[in-house]
T-cell receptor, first 112, second 117 residues
Framework: SQQGEEDPQALSIQEGENATMNCSYK?????LQWYRQNSGRGLVHLIL?????REKHSGRLRVTLDTSKKSSSLLITASRAADTASYFC????FGYGNKLVFGAGTILRVKS | NAGVMQNPRHLVRRRGQEARLRCSPV?????VYWYRQLPEEGLKFMVY????????ESGMPKERFSAEFPKEGPSILRIQQVVRGDSAAYFC???????????????FGEGSRLTVL
């Protein structure tokens, strides 16, 4: 079964709006990462947040982590059409060994 | 600044044939991971290799699938006697060290898309 589950499955917003995606996971983790995938392409790393961190920023991205609820959120501010992509959370949870386990992803569409 | 190189990008095979997918990691990276992605789904872990060693193959089907990462040359994911259900995108990723010690990102290739007719 998936370690991470994102919601919503799909999100459609207007350019300039903020987009929020959520990720829940099941086991304790070392880190949680967010990746982006453009259609037909490979995954690109966006941001990593460690289990002892609560919030992290990178440009227009803001990630939060709540280990008590086993959840994370990714906020993209002032979205652009070029942000249209699938977004995945990934965890290297205890019990999952030396690998990242990915969620099913959120498909974001930003309309211009 | 070569990233992870995968080839072929697209591969078409008939049922029963063999598929060989190649992955050259980022220069200096000795850890390789293979993932499979079905349409509109997330990535499913298949296997984790270091040079000449399989570290974790818990996601690999027991039959027809094998992977190697020789001392010299690319990592190879081999699928024998392909069936239609093997149609998917196969992604390779690399890292300089194992995740537990490295606790860092994975660098992904663009994927190899296998279509089984």
């Amino acid at each position: 079964s998936q370690q991470g589950e994102e919601d919503p499955q799909a999100l459609s917003i207007q350019e300039g709006e903020n987009a929020t995606m959520n990720c829940s996971y099941k086991t304790s983790i070392n880190n949680l990462q967010w990746y982006r995938q453009n259609s037909g392409r490979g995954l690109v790393h966006l941001i990593l947040i460690r289990s002892n961190e609560r919030e992290k920023h990178s440009g227009r991205l803001r990630v939060t982590l709540d280990t008590s609820k086993k959840s994370s959120s990714l906020l993209i501010t002032a979205s652009r059409a070029a942000d249209t992509a699938s977004y995945f959370c990934a965890t290297d949870g205890f019990g999952y060994g030396n690998k990242l386990v990915f969620g099913a992803g959120t498909i974001l569409r930003v309309k211009s | 600044n070569a990233g992870v190189m995968q080839n072929p990008r697209h591969l078409v095979r008939r049922r029963g044939q063999e598929a060989r997918l190649r992955c050259s990691p980022v220069k200096g990276h000795s850890h390789v991971y293979w993932y499979r992605q079905l349409p509109e789904e997330g990535l499913k872990f298949m296997v984790y290799l270091q040079k000449e060693n399989i570290i974790d193959e818990s996601g690999m089907p027991k039959e027809r699938f094998s992977a190697e990462f020789p001392k010299e040359g690319p990592s190879i994911l081999r699928i024998q006697q392909v069936v239609r259900g093997d149609s998917a995108a196969y992604f390779c990723a690399s890292s300089p060290g194992g995740l537990i010690k490295n606790t860092g990102e994975l660098f992904f290739g663009e994927g190899s898309r296998l279509t089984v007719l």
